[in-house]
């Protein structure tokens, strides 16, 4: 069975600086890969997709994944982080020929000032 | 774009009461989804539905059931709400194409168990 980990429940950073958020997932062969974000009190919006070719991938609102096959990772990363940008955020995993997605626990991004 | 809708933001309910979620769609998508969303758990499949009168168990299925009499309309129904049942229901979509299978969520209903 597929399984995503997100290792950091929590993460706080400061306006202005860059943010990783990490993902690795356990499948049998490269699955389709997603970065979800949610916003307080909103439903989830799509980020990011990796379905093939170019391992950088880039998203709406300034994000970008890179798919690692020999890591099973696919980390979210944004150069400069905006206070808008506090959020959840769930990566999340769907086996090629399935239609039910995997979610990683979740992690909460805080901004300060 | 793509809408999602759901019938209820918030939903105060009693331990005992039969509960109706309802998720509607304006895209013509053959596959609908409902997921709970629980803090550290992230989100987890309850049904899903690949065509009208189809429905699949998902991961938590127990204590819940689906109903799909129209393309555009996906009803999760809990026959007698219990306390556990408390959480954050989100309702989602897809196409059946199998290389675009990217899935739209719903705003979610936030339902509470008294």
């Known amino acids: 069975a597929q399984s995503v980990t997100q290792p950091d429940i929590h993460i706080t950073v400061s306006e202005g600086a860059s943010l990783e958020l990490r993902c690795n997932y356990s499948?049998?062969?490269?699955?389709?890969l997603f970065w979800y974000v949610q916003s307080p009190g909103q439903g989830l919006q799509l980020l990011l997709k990796?379905?093939?070719?170019?391992?950088l991938v880039q998203g709406i609102k300034g994000f970008e994944a890179e798919f690692k096959r020999s890591q099973s990772s696919f980390n979210l990363r944004k150069p400069s982080v905006h206070w808008s940008d506090a959020a959840e955020y769930f990566c999340a995993v769907l086996g090629r020929g399935d239609y039910k997605l995997s979610f990683g626990a979740g992690t909460t991004v805080t901004v300060r000032a | 774009d793509v809408k999602v809708t759901q019938s209820s933001r918030y939903l105060v309910k009693r331990t005992g009461e039969k509960v109706f979620l309802e998720c509607v769609q304006d895209?013509?998508?053959?596959?609908m989804f409902w997921y709970r969303q629980d803090p550290g758990l992230g989100l987890r499949l309850i049904y899903f539905?690949?065509?009208?009168?189809?429905?699949e168990k998902g991961d938590i299925p127990e204590g819940y059931s689906v109903s799909r009499e129209k393309k555009e309309r996906f009803s999760l129904i809990l026959e007698s709400a219990s306390t556990n049942q408390t959480s954050m229901y989100l309702c989602?979509?897809?196409?059946?194409?199998?290389?675009?299978?990217?899935?739209?969520f719903g705003p979610g209903t936030r339902l509470t168990v008294l």
């Open positions: 499948y049998g062969a490269t699955p389709y």
């Open positions: 895209m013509d998508h053959e596959n």
């Open positions: 539905s690949y065509d009208v009168k189809m429905k």
């Open positions: 989602a979509t897809g196409l059946a194409d199998r290389d675009n299978n990217e899935q739209f």
């Open positions: 990796y379905f093939s070719g170019d391992t």
